[in-house]
């Protein structure tokens, strides 16, 4: 099982998932004989671009949220 494309996480990649589903909907022998590989490239490349801006600014805020409980644990080691 693959996850939901059209989310509001991949909105950067609209275009390509929209060329993606334009291919697939021209049938079934169209997609088996590999006209829709490119599209699918595409779409992957975009998704992995958006995944990896996701996961760099949880990284981040985590960071921060980290550096913000070892700051209080600090507080209250020197407080005692």
């Known amino acids: 099982m693959h996850p939901h ?3 509001k996480d991949n909105k ?6 929209a060329a993606l ?5 021209r049938g ?3 997609k088996s ?3 829709c590989n490119d599209a699918k490239r595409q779409v992957n490349l975009c998704l992995r ?5 996701r ?18 644990w600090q507080e209250l080691d020197t407080e005692s």
């Not at 950067?12 to 998932?17: A, D, P």
């Not at 589903?21 to 909907?25: F, G, M, N, S, W």
């Not at 996961?55 to 980290?66: P, S």
């Open 5 to 7: 494309l059209h989310t």
């Open 12 to 17: 950067g990649c609209e275009e390509v998932m």
């Open 21 to 25: 589903d334009e291919c697939h909907a």
């Open 28 to 30: 079934f022998l169209w």
């Open 33 to 35: 004989i590999g006209m």
């Open 49 to 53: 671009a958006e995944r990896l801006e």
């Open 55 to 72: 996961t760099a600014k949880n990284r981040e805020e985590a960071r921060v949220r980290r550096d913000r409980i070892n700051r209080a």
